[in-house]
DNA sequence: TTGAAAGCGGTACCAT
DNA sequence: ATGGTACCGCTTTCAA
């Protein structure tokens, strides 16, 4: 059907490993030769077939992204199109390319990642959750085959993961209502079988220790994570007989329902109860009022876990490497109470 | 490295040919054979190479997606997200698998689609854009390459697409909000070169036009495609003489703006001013008031779009396909004026 | 520096 | 029904 490179060596008088040495840009070739060939290429517009090279290469130069089933949270918030476009830059500036798969169930999602390695059509594979998927991360550990987990997990010293220091940004949040002379704390999350809410569980009662606030189980409500789900909770913790005065939300979009349960209750934000919401996402800067929020930097989770993988796939380097994206604070109206109001 | 058709083939004392038989499912064989081959399979362990399946048959499997770059419109809601769960589930299900492909800009855009199809990495391709990217999908036309593009395009006969009707999406939206009794309505949206764009506005002016309502120019407000663009082109409107009683607003990020901007007027929604959105983000029924939004089914172009290129790939049948997604008007408090109020 | 030839791991046609 | 073999398009070793 198209060029190939025999094409190419016979119209430029040449044999075909003297044109794949070209495109190798192999050294060992005469200047001339060089020039004549590529001149040849360009006039019979040929591009050399990937798939044969990556027969021949036995590489692909493809990784593999594994997106969890719709029912995760990876989905709700604008987390994929971000952690995406990182991979995507990382992948295309290091000339790979990029295959995404997922499934409808975990079942699905096991299978389709197998037959993505054992088909061998991907040298390596980025795991988008950070859920307790022991099956299949304990198959590509067996396997010995290449791969990376955004969102840290268990198993974390024998495998790469890239994730944020959730407890430490959990820390942050809830040391930062703290000094807004906060004691009356909640905590607002989804189930703690993801790694990332756990842990800024975590953060969020160190912090309490730190500043010896005891920690109240009334202050504490897991629901769906979903706006709804964080309306429930926080009616919830309206309904106690003693109310926080702050809330540290895991996610924005439950903030979200947050804030639309205390102003249905007639309480204002901040004044009554002030909100710390997490990921920072778009709408967080534009809600009544902003939301405060943890940035989480999306898209840095994603390039890095592509650098990751790639630099392991090109280097025999066999350690497995660790990579912790820094979060920052982003201070808005919804929990400020003490003075420089102005500023904002 | 791994077990070969060759290994499979001495271990069961039959010929590669055989197993390539067994693995195609060839009828002319005997059960026997058949048997005694899966058998050895499952023993070591095998799995076809799927890189030398594809050069032997000159097919990869793979289906494209193109992703524009950061700065256009699908990166702003979960549009990308749903659009490639669509794609992935209607890929899996038909035994494909999903390259997907960006640039940080137009040119590198370009490019790398190129290189998909001159490289021969992928069968087909996806584009998730309606802008007029004459450049790619000229050469796309030139080279033959399959292709559908999710969103319509000027050069609609010739070319697979999957849409919305988004001109009846428009008048829709107009329509309900001529029979909640408004005479002076807004549009807000973002440029023109958005095909999209211009079909709501279109849809919009027939509404009007149909009820006999003159259109003013002074009620048209375009800016950035973002929730600052929806508020600075409501502070627009709101500065004229005359102010609308209500706005159709193209999406429904910009809607979150426009309404930051009524209220911060003092207005109320909707007894003001009454507001319609496009896209129906999952926002949009938290909001405060809910708002009405024209629903678009993303997840649907993503599944249409991908039936229609992988038809394509398979039968030989050139024709090519135009799907209309229908939409559905989601009506909730933003936009209702008269009766009825009790039941939202 | 260049060419010939043997793979890479399958598929498919031609015999038998 | 099965085996032998020539590809698919490119890479790489070995010789010259």
Known sequence: MSVTIKDVAKAAGVAASTVSRVIADNPRISQKTKEKVLQVMKEMDFYPNAIARSLANRSTKTIGVIMPHSSEQVFVNPFFTEVMRGIGMSAMKRGYNVLFSTGSDIEEEYRSTSKLVNEQRVDGLILLTSRIKDKTIDELIKKKFPFVVV???????????????????????????????????????????YVFMGERFKGYKKALDSFSIEFSKEFLALEEFLEEGGYRAMKKLLSNKKRPTAVVVADDLMAFGVMRAIKEEGLRIPQDISVVGFNDTPLASYVDPPLTSVEIFVFDLGYNASEVLINQLEQEDDQKKHIIVPTRLKIRKSSITVRRQKKL
């Open 151 to 193: 969102g840290k997990h268990p198993k974390l010293e024998n495998i790469n993961w890239v994730d944020n220091n959730n407890q430490e940004a959990g820390y942050t949040a809830t040391e930062h209502l703290i000094k807004q002379g906060h004691k009356s704390i909640g905590f607002i999350g989804g189930e703690f079988t």
